[in-house]
């Protein structure tokens, strides 16, 4: 079964496509956008097969803090020479009352409304996702002026009280050991996503993710391919389904060695997250 996923390291050639493809997927933020643009097809090498297995929990454990139980699930995966390519990823179930997810989503909701107000490039709308960025810019490509990475020089808006509180949460269950100061919120329409990538170094690890509005399926191991109209094709994947309300870490190998990403394609409901992470010093 593992010969048959076998999953995706990645290569020189690749980080060069992802910076490739990334700077269409992204376009230069400026201004907010309300219509996607029409992104012009790379040329295909050869057709890949679309293969994808979906991922259930290797383990789960009853964690009880903070007067809640919370669920911890952690995943196995071994490819063809033992390893295991999950190693890292964690899920937990049971973080967030109703009342909290609740004051999370109508808080992430009014930050969408008032996009257009929020300064400098707090929020940028590219063909696939909207991005509201706190604390930090992140430039998602590099251009003539701007190198990829952190950008402490542009204009965001500062960590509101909101992700504060669920920066005390997500500390006082031990999901986060740092207080996070950057924080994304993507929101995805149907047929919204993000190309498959790996989370640049300039943020520490764990990566923690809250799931909002809908559950959302995240894929690991995907390689670009061109030659589509949406610029890639997935392959060599296995799929965790995220529950809404769920909160999802990534550290270690998965983490740092396999890509992960949200494929449009399955993205069949409104669906939002929120991501926080530490830049490193």
């Not at 990645?10 to 269409?24: M, P, T, V």
């Not at 004051?103 to 400098?120: A, M």
């Not at 992700?163 to 999901?175: A, P």
């Not at 909002?212 to 109209?229: E, V």
Request: with cysteine; proline share 6%; charged share 20%.
């Amino acid at each position: 079964m593992t010969d048959e996923f076998a999953f995706t390291t990645l290569s020189q050639e690749d980080i060069n496509l992802l910076d490739q493809i990334e700077a269409q997927y992204n376009p230069r933020p400026t201004p907010v956008i309300s219509q996607p643009h029409p992104l012009p097809p790379l040329q295909l090498k050869s057709p890949p097969t679309i293969r994808s297995l979906s991922l259930l929990p290797q383990n789960s454990q009853l964690i009880s803090v903070a007067n809640r139980d919370v669920i911890k699930d952690t995943f196995r995966y071994l490819d063809e020479n033992g390893r295991n390519i999950a190693e890292g990823l964690s899920l937990y179930r049971g973080v967030l009352t109703a009342e909290e997810l609740s004051f999370l989503e109508s808080s992430c909701e009014d930050c969408r409304f008032r996009k257009n107000e929020l300064r400098g490039e707090t929020a940028v709308q590219s063909s696939l996702r909207l991005m509201i960025n706190f604390g930090h810019h992140y430039q998602y490509y590099n251009t003539s002026t701007r190198k990829k990475g952190v950008r402490n020089n542009v204009e965001v808006e500062k960590v509101p009280p909101f992700l504060d509180v669920l920066n005390n949460l997500l500390i006082s269950l031990g999901i986060l050991n740092l207080r996070a100061d950057s924080f994304l919120i993507n929101f995805y329409d149907v047929g919204g996503g993000i190309p498959p990538h790996v989370d640049s170094h300039d943020f520490m690890r764990p990566i923690v993710s809250v799931r909002l509005f809908n559950d959302c399926s995240i894929l690991f191991g995907a390689k670009y391919h061109s030659g589509t109209s949406r610029g890639f094709w997935h392959t060599s994947r296995y799929i965790i389904n995220l529950p809404r309300g769920s909160v999802f870490v990534m550290n270690g190998f998965a983490a740092n060695s396999i890509t992960h990403g949200i494929d449009g394609d399955l993205v069949m409901i409104p669906s939002a997250s929120i991501t926080a992470r530490t830049v490193a010093p």
